[in-house]
């Protein structure tokens, strides 16, 4: 008897979630319309609505000098301030939508990371992908790391190895970075970072993970505290160039 109520409780549980699907179904957060497999993006929007940062493909985004530890730069789209793209990106990070991180990785993995960026990427080496870590207080506030969320969806996609949480940690809490002229910036986040094991660094190559590439300050001062590792190759990836 009470196997065919858990029986009859999983139908009526399964129907009543078909119908809400019916009613009120997933839709794109950016434009509205019905999704059929992705759970924020419909197909449009995650291939065809935002700007390519890097359509040619080059060793860096149009108008960034990347110092010499950091032998190529790459990023999914351009960062439409004030639009929608802005708009992902405070969800993620402020909203607590953890998830679309996920799914903004996997994006980036399929366009980016699994593709043009390992024409510059050495042979034979093992790819390594570092997020940007933020600072305890911070990530505790927020839930989540953003950029640990978003390079968990790359390496789904491309099979590159994560680091390990710890290897890099950041050990000063530093303040936003909005409105800082670059030379601020670096002073900002110098000394931001420290290396506890530099295991998964040496002789390979290196990709750090942030969501928005805007003077670099941070990804450089990231690159310049695992460069001691001896790493054969940094490179910086981010869903959006601003």
């Known amino acids: 008897m009470s196997l065919s109520i858990q029986k009859m409780s999983g139908f009526v549980l399964t129907l009543a979630r078909g119908l ?12 509205g319309m019905p999704l059929q ?10 291939y ?53 991180g ?9 366009q980016v990371a699994g593709s043009r960026m390992r024409y510059h990427i050495s042979s034979g080496s093992e790819i390594i992908l570092l997020p940007v870590p933020l600072h305890p207080k911070r990530e505790r506030k ?7 969320r978003i ?11 994560l680091a390990g949480i710890g290897d890099v940690t950041r050990i000063k809490n530093t303040r936003t970075q909005t409105g800082f002229s670059m030379s601020r910036r670096m002073k900002n986040i110098s000394g931001a970072f420290r290396m506890n094991n530099a295991g998964p660094f040496g002789g390979n190559f290196v990709i750090i993970v942030d969501d928005v ?7 450089f001062e990231l690159a310049r505290t695992i460069e001691p590792a001896a790493p054969v190759g940094i490179g910086i990836l981010t869903v959006a160039m601003a």
């Open 213 to 219: 590439f805007t003077t670099g300050s941070t990804v």
């Open 102 to 110: 996920l799914e903004l990785g996997r994006l980036t993995g399929r």
């Open 37 to 46: 497999q992705s759970r924020f993006l419909c197909h449009y929007c995650s």
């Open 20 to 31: 809400v699907g019916v009613a009120f179904p997933e839709i794109c957060i950016c434009c």
């Open 151 to 161: 390079a968990s969806g790359i390496s789904e996609m491309t099979g590159f190895r």
């Open 48 to 100: 065809d609505r935002f700007e390519d940062a890097n359509p040619g493909g080059a060793d860096s985004c149009a108008g960034v000098i990347l110092p010499d530890m950091i032998s190529v730069q790459d990023a999914m789209w351009i960062y439409d301030k004030n639009d929608l793209l802005q708009q992902l990106v405070r969800e993620l990070k402020y909203n607590g939508m953890g998830a679309l």
């Open 142 to 148: 927020r839930g989540y790391n953003q950029s640990e």
